[in-house]
T-cell receptor, first 110, second 114 residues
Framework: TQLLEQSPQFLSIQEGENLTVYCNSS?????LQWYRQEPGEGPVLLVT?????EVKKLKRLTFQFGDARKDSSLHITAAQPGDTGLYLC??????????FGQGTRLTINP | DADVTQTPRNRITKTGKRIMLECSQT?????MYWYRQDPGLGLRLIYY???????NKGEISDGYSVSRQAQAKFSLSLESAIPNQTALYFC?????????????FGEGSRLTVL
């Protein structure tokens, strides 16, 4: 069973700072999704990456997929309190189901 | 109104009781899923269904059962609840394969087993 490891598990920074969170696997991803979950709600999809080396941007969020498709990163520029939440990466298995990492809990302090 | 609705949103029960969590969706999706979320463990798949006659076990199905009553309804049952089933449970739907698709989640059902 492929294991997804996210790091760090917890991150607390000041508003305006930059940050990067990571998602790593023991083997190759078919494709990878990033979700954000806010308290009291279900996760919501941010992005899907499929091709090795792919970079996608969503406003201040930049997602990278490693060339070998075994890792991914999420970089946030000039973090804002509204970015606070649990960030989850998830591997698509067999196009049928998602296997999630344990998440990075991000807190942005005003 | 939410596209994926879970009931109840919160439930406290005792060890040995039978519990049913219900999920209904108005998105018209064929695929439905049940996940549980525990602190530090992310979301783990319990069961999933691709249509009314299709039920598949996920990675942690022991102690759980499901019923797909209709395209729009997928319920999760705990026949005899135990304390380590205390968790946040999520129902999700998708309309096609996940390479290019996504999961749409309900708001969660928090279950506490005493």
């Amino acid at each position: 069973t492929q294991l997804l490891e996210q790091s760090p598990q917890f991150l607390s920074i000041q508003e305006g700072e930059n940050l990067t969170v990571y998602c790593n696997s023991s083997s190759v991803f078919s494709s990878l999704q990033w979700y954000r979950q806010e308290p009291g709600e279900g996760p919501v999809l941010l992005v899907t990456v499929v091709t090795g080396g792919e970079v996608k941007k969503l406003k201040r969020l930049t997602f990278q997929f490693g060339d070998a498709r075994k890792d991914s990163s999420l970089h946030i520029t000039a973090a804002q309190p509204g970015d606070t939440g649990l960030y989850l990466c998830a591997e698509v298995q067999g196009a049928q189901k998602l296997v999630f990492g344990q998440g990075t809990r991000l807190t942005i302090n005003p | 109104d939410a596209d994926v609705t879970q009931t109840p949103r919160n439930r406290i029960t005792k060890t040995g009781k039978r519990i049913m969590l219900e999920c209904s969706q108005t998105k018209g999706h064929d695929r439905m899923y049940w996940y549980r979320q525990d602190p530090g463990l992310g979301l783990r798949l319990i069961y999933y269904s691709f249509d009314v006659k299709d039920i598949n076990k996920g990675e942690i199905s022991d102690g759980y059962s499901v019923s797909r009553q209709a395209q729009a309804k997928f319920s999760l049952s705990l026949e005899s609840a135990i304390p380590n089933q205390t968790a946040l449970y999520f129902c999700a739907t998708s309309d096609h394969g996940l390479i290019t698709g996504e999961l749409f989640f309900g708001e969660g059902s928090r279950l506490t087993v005493l």
